[in-house]
């Protein structure tokens, strides 16, 4: 079974500061992993994925993300945070078959919030 | 392009009554999905479709029934509401590892 651990269910930071949003998983298999974000009111939008291949994945908005194996962590990073960014965001593993790509697990969420 | 179009956007319903939730689709993806959003805890898989006229349970699929009579549509029912049930719905379809969501339809039962 999947489990995904997002630390923190809520992260402050300042306009112009480092970005950091926590995820664990637990995978019996090898893993595809997401991160999505969710804008008040809205569905949830594909910030980057990480498949095969290169542990460094660059996605929308400047965000990145490096997937550690041998820490089973996916974290979220932005180096310079924008008042646009606020939002929630949700990390997600599946399993690597090609049916399973939709079915995901999601972890709890993390909501950022940006200060001037 | 309208993507995934998912009606009705809000619904109050009393414990009971039953509702169906449409999803509707535009770019032709074989996979669909219905999703549950509930405070603090993610997203969760209710029932999910790999194709026409296929539907298999997700996560938590107890109260729920799913149709996928067209590739394009994939419907979500409650046959006897429940408290319990009250939530924010959100389809999906996906694409090479890619999901698009709807903007969710928010279901309230009382």
């Known amino acids: 079974a999947q489990s995904v651990t997002q630390l923190g269910s809520h992260v402050s930071v300042s306009e112009g500061a480092l970005v950091l949003l926590r995820c664990n998983y637990s995978?019996?298999?090898?893993?595809?992993l997401f991160w999505y974000v969710q804008y008040p009111n809205q569905g949830l939008q594909l910030l980057l994925k990480?498949?095969?291949?290169?542990?460094l994945v660059k996605g929308i908005n400047g965000f990145e993300a490096e997937f550690k194996k041998s820490e089973t962590s996916f974290h979220l990073t932005k180096p310079s945070a924008h008042m646009s960014d606020a939002a929630e965001y949700f990390c997600?593993?599946?399993?690597?078959?090609?049916?399973?790509?939709?079915?995901?697990?999601f972890g709890q969420g993390t909501i950022l919030t940006v200060h001037p | 392009n309208a993507g995934v179009t998912q009606t009705p956007k809000f619904r109050v319903l009393k414990t009971g009554q039953s509702m169906t939730l449409l999803c509707a689709q535009d770019?032709?993806?074989?996979?669909m999905y219905w999703y549950r959003q509930d405070p603090g805890m993610g997203l969760r898989l209710i029932h999910y479709?790999?194709?026409?006229?296929?539907?298999a349970k997700g996560e938590v699929p107890d109260g729920y029934n799913v149709s996928r009579l067209k590739k394009q549509n994939f419907l979500l029912g409650l046959e006897s509401a429940a408290p319990s049930q009250t939530s924010v719905y959100f389809c999906?379809?996906?694409?090479?590892?890619?999901?698009?969501f709807g903007e969710g339809s928010r279901l309230t039962v009382l």
């Open positions: 999906a379809s996906s694409y090479i590892g890619e999901l698009f």
């Open positions: 990480y498949t095969t291949g290169a542990t």
């Open positions: 770019m032709n993806h074989e996979y």
């Open positions: 995978s019996s298999v090898p893993p595809y």
């Open positions: 997600a593993v599946s399993d690597s078959g090609g049916t399973s790509y939709g079915k995901l697990t």
């Open positions: 479709s790999v194709g026409e006229g296929t539907t």
